[in-house]
């Protein structure tokens, strides 16, 4: 260690003391101090017995410093006895700038934390925080205060215009932290909430949202790999995180254009894409402490100054101008078919756009839309909480690049780019991204599949309804035993749902035959089987095992294409049939089907 300053609770005026260099009755006052917070309490001496002896006034310390992120080398501190010091050439001379005229008696300083440039800081202070200090009664110390200065040091302006002093829970100030991105954002941290200024501390307006009453010990903007998010500490109730504060940003540095615009889109931060847990098990049981789980990828924060006329959307493409994933606020479906209570399940309102006037949010969880599916599951749900279960399969995972984000209200777009980083903790490297790109081709060719073969079941299905309503029917002999022939033949390329002990049976009894005929029910599930187990895999590149599988689905849906197109001459000539005898033909759009190339080039 080497010394960097001399003794920095020096009041100013006195002469300066070395570092270390302690004077005998601090030293002494010091021993005590341990001494009685061991034993609790002294008895006095003899003749005295009985009575309480005062515990020994504390020797000052350092209570706070903060380095510069301007200029290196420039250093703040204050002290518990109220000095403030400064040195701007890494602490080669040390400067005593405690110049503040309406310093109220008996404050004590909590926080430094320097500004956006080398002469602004802004300094916290309580008046009787300091331990056993004795404050006259008829002094109010529930007051919030906080300086500025501007000049290094030389003035200092009080700075609390919008900070309560009545709060019931305590009106002091604990911290305050500058944002290290956007000049003139600050955060302050209460006995009682969190409040934030836009201006450089000229006015302060509540930030409390959803926090509980509760004191605010300190707070930190968090900035490493490329997140931006809010973190305080609390005095018994935890860690809490605001994330993604880069909108309070955006209203630091573009207020007015924000407050006249009818719809502002802000910039979205960087998403960091990771491997989510995708374990199939049941969530929490809601009796195990657990809080909301945090967002994932993409955060998107936009403004209505009024309610949208019609529904809005928001649109994602890739660099290609591929469209990647659509989100609207048109209310979905309920979720159906839950095997556990329905209380675990998101809503349909959570499910889609807010459309509030004032400040909205959601994150675009970095998939692709949900694939067509004919077998819904309720996947990737392990670590989720009540009201946070969504509908499986759900879309694959992109790759980190850069997206082009679209919101569209009342018939205008607004845009903005997100870029997309991987895992710091895994990297993207060219030789990891070359292997992402080969994964990320053979899943999409997987879900590709999931689409074609969903609809290709519709096509199917769409003439099988029809036959099946029509054998309901009395019908001439001739007809219903061609009728049910038919009707075979199309059930056996439809596919048909099967029940969880069907399936395991199945699995049981083998593999099937090669070259059996698979219907598009079992193809879409098969394809949706290949887009689940990339999702759950590492990023790496594809292996010869899910190629092949891949190769071999691909195969099948081709022989079930050309099986769909041999029955439909089929189908006519049963129409025939049903004309000659007066009945109503079935109908029969034509097939959008088409053969797939089956080989996967890198």
Not at 297 to 313: F, H, N
Not at 474 to 502: Q, W, Y
Not at 564 to 583: E, G, M, R, T, Y
Request: aromatic share 8%; charged share 20%; with cysteine.
């Amino acid at each position: 260690w080497t010394v960097a300053s001399p003794d920095l609770t020096t009041p100013k005026g006195k002469p300066q003391v070395a570092c270390g260099a302690a004077p005998p009755k601090a030293k002494h006052a010091a021993k005590m101090a341990v001494k009685t917070a061991k034993a609790g309490k002294h008895k006095a001496a003899a003749g005295k017995a009985g009575k309480k002896r005062p515990f020994p006034k504390p020797p000052p310390a350092i209570a706070d410093f903060s380095i510069s992120k301007v200029k290196p080398g420039v250093i703040w501190t204050v002290s518990t006895n109220g000095q403030i010091y400064k040195t701007m050439d890494h602490g080669k001379v040390w400067t005593n700038v405690t110049n503040i005229q309406d310093l109220p008696p008996h404050t004590n300083f909590s926080t430094i934390d320097a500004g956006d440039s080398v002469n602004t800081a802004f300094v916290v202070g309580h008046i009787g925080g300091g331990f056993l200090q004795k404050v006259p009664k008829t002094e109010d110390t529930d007051v919030p205060l906080i300086w500025r200065t501007t000049d290094g040091g030389k003035t200092w302006t009080k700075i609390v215009a919008g900070l309560p002093s009545d709060e019931r829970t305590g009106s002091w100030v604990n911290s305050m932290r500058v944002d290290p991105k956007q000049p003139g954002l600050l955060f302050a941290g209460t006995e009682t909430t969190v409040y934030v200024s836009f201006d450089n501390g000229d006015h302060w307006q509540s930030l409390r949202q959803n926090l509980p009453s509760t004191s605010i010990r300190d707070l930190d903007v968090h900035t490493f790999d490329h997140q931006n998010d809010l973190v305080i500490a609390t005095y018994g109730r935890g860690f809490w995180v605001l994330d993604d504060i880069t909108p309070l940003r955006q209203i630091a540095a573009h207020a007015k254009e924000i407050s006249s615009s009818s719809v502002y889109f802000y910039k979205p931060e960087d998403a960091i894409r990771s491997r989510k847990n995708s374990n199939w098990d049941q969530p929490f049981s809601i009796e195990v402490p657990h809080a909301k789980t945090p967002p994932y990828g993409a955060i998107l924060d936009y403004y209505l100054s009024q309610k949208p006329v019609g529904p809005i959307q928001i649109q994602v493409f890739d660099a290609k101008g591929n469209l990647v994933r659509t989100m609207s606020s048109k209310l979905p479906p309920p979720i159906k078919g839950q095997m556990f209570p329905r209380y675990w399940l998101a809503t349909p309102q959570s499910r889609a756009l807010s459309t509030h006037v004032g400040l909205n949010r959601v994150n675009w969880d970095l998939r692709y839309d949900d694939p067509p599916a004919l077998h819904h599951d309720l996947e990737d749900q392990m670590n989720t909480v009540a009201g946070e279960t969504t509908p499986g399969p759900h879309g694959p995972q992109v790759i980190p690049g850069v997206y082009t984000i679209k919101l569209t209200v009342g018939g205008k777009v607004y845009t903005r780019k997100v870029t997309v980083v991987n895992d710091p903790r895994v990297g993207q490297s060219p030789a990891l991204m070359a292997k992402l790109r080969r994964q990320n081709k053979l899943t999409l060719l997987s879900y590709q599949g999931m689409k074609q073969s969903y609809e290709g079941h519709g096509e199917v299905k769409a003439v099988e309804s029809q036959l099946a309503k029509l054998m309901k029917e009395k019908l001439p002999k001739d007809v219903a035993t061609h009728a049910k022939k038919l009707d075979a033949k199309l059930k056996k390329i439809e596919g048909a749902p099967m029940s969880l002990r069907a399936r395991i049976l199945r699995r049981l009894a083998g593999p099937p035959k090669p070259h059996a005929l698979k219907s598009f029910l079992g193809l879409n599930n098969d394809y949706n089987t290949m887009v689940s187990m990339v999702q759950v895999g590492m990023d790496m590149a594809p292996t010869p095992t899910q190629i092949a599988t891949w190769e071999s689905d691909c195969k099948s849906y081709n022989q079930t294409v050309d099986a769909w197109k041999d029955i439909q001459p089929q189908v006519k000539d049963f129409n025939a049939l049903l004309v000659k005898n007066h009945l109503h033909e079935l109908t029969l759009a034509p097939t959008k089907l088409t053969h797939e190339s089956c080989s996967f080039a890198p």
